[in-house]
């Protein structure tokens, strides 16, 4: 379901790659989609978008033109930035928050673009 979201596919091609049944695929879109929007799970949380007369006129459009898939309005990434020390001895917070499962210290970036590959906001947090 993600797949459609990423690659801008149609229903039918996902059917026929995935071997599904339209019910099927249009229950999990339905899961996946109320997961990623839903204010109470991940929105809120992680997710941060544009708004005004440049989301609606500009980015949506230029997605749209892109994609062939409506109300996109931005495109998401992120990266572990990894570092060997921390910034002063007086540390207010718990060096274990941003030690990852592949045993370095790191920090995730999530960067938010438009459609023309630039940048609308990034965000920082522990792993």
């Not at 997961?35 to 230029?62: M, T, V």
Request: proline share 3%.
């Amino acid at each position: 379901m993600i797949y459609r979201l990423a690659h801008g596919t149609n229903t039918t091609h996902m059917i026929d790659l995935f071997n599904l049944e339209g019910s099927t695929l249009r229950k999990y879109v339905d899961i996946v989609c109320d997961a990623l929007c839903d204010k109470n799970k991940l929105f809120n949380n992680y997710i941060s978008i544009p708004f005004g007369h440049r989301l609606q006129k500009e980015i949506k459009n230029c997605f749209h033109d892109l994609t062939s898939l409506r109300n996109i309005c931005g495109a998401i990434d992120n990266t572990h930035i990894p570092f060997t020390s921390f910034p002063n001895k007086r540390v207010t917070f718990a060096t274990s928050d941003f030690f990852n499962k592949k045993k370095f210290h790191n920090i995730v970036m999530q960067a938010i673009y438009d459609a023309n590959k630039k940048k609308l906001e990034y965000l920082c947090w522990p792993t």
